[in-house]
T-cell receptor, first 119, second 113 residues
């Protein structure tokens, strides 16, 4: 399967614990995005990378959230000191976008997500 | 004001009906526009891009009005399999470092026999 892969599929944790999610994008894709989605809402932008560079981080994101893409391939999203409000589906997407105008390759390919439940 | 706004619906239509969804966006510098489809408990998948001149893909037609910062999706001859949530997506704008992708909350469609 050469699609976007996310692990784990489900994570149940207790409030205050740290959690880390992994995303493996489609191999030739330069851009990698993290989104968070709660029931009845659209995906909420968290952050994105162009290769290994983190280009933008949502200003709504607290300092408890951090993401890395150390070699421009897979990415990790870590949430420290989890809160019940962090419970959501965390979606990763990749795109072949090279940052060149026009943005004709901005199509996002999503993984199946990691469902986080904070008790 | 939200960056991307959609009518949440739900839209409940009979098979064969024509249905239209609207979306407005706040960033006048946005350059790229898309409609995604999301089935229940599944990830979003690209339905179609939206071009300035409008574009059609089978039963689906997308329109863009830059002056009004408005996007639409028209579905003709609705099928049961069209039941899903339709997400409007807009990019951040011109700047290389501001090219994130913002989603609307989605419009839910149910097509009934």
């Amino acid at each position: 399967d050469t699609g976007v892969s996310q692990n784990p599929r489900h994570k149940i944790t207790k409030r205050g614990q740290n959690v880390t999610f992994r995303c493996d994008p489609i191999s030739e894709h330069n851009r990698l995005y993290w989104y968070r989605q709660t029931l009845g809402q659209g995906p909420e932008f968290l952050t994105y990378f162009q290769n290994e560079a983190q280009l933008e981080k949502s200003r709504l994101l607290s300092d408890r959230f951090s993401a890395e893409r150390p070699k421009g391939s897979f990415s990790t999203l870590e949430i420290q000191r989890t809160e019940q409000g962090d419970s959501a589906m965390y979606l990763c997407a990749s795109s072949p976008n090279t940052g060149q105008v026009p943005w004709t390759n901005e199509k996002l390919f999503f993984g199946s997500g990691t469902q986080l439940s904070v008790l | 004001r939200k960056e991307v706004e959609q009518d949440p619906g739900p839209f409940n239509v009979p098979e064969g009906a024509t249905v239209a969804f609207n979306c407005t966006y706040s960033n006048s510098a946005s350059q790229s526009f898309f409609w995604y489809r999301q089935d229940c408990r599944k990830e979003p998948k690209l339905l179609m891009s939206v071009y300035s001149s409008g574009n059609e893909d089978g039963r689906f037609t997308a329109q863009l009005n830059r002056a009004s910062q408005y996007i639409s999706l028209l579905i003709r001859d609705s099928k049961l399999s069209d039941s899903a949530t339709y997400l409007c997506v807009v990019n951040g704008g011109y700047e290389y470092n501001n090219n994130d992708m913002r989603f609307g909350a989605g419009t839910r469609l149910t097509v009934k026999p």
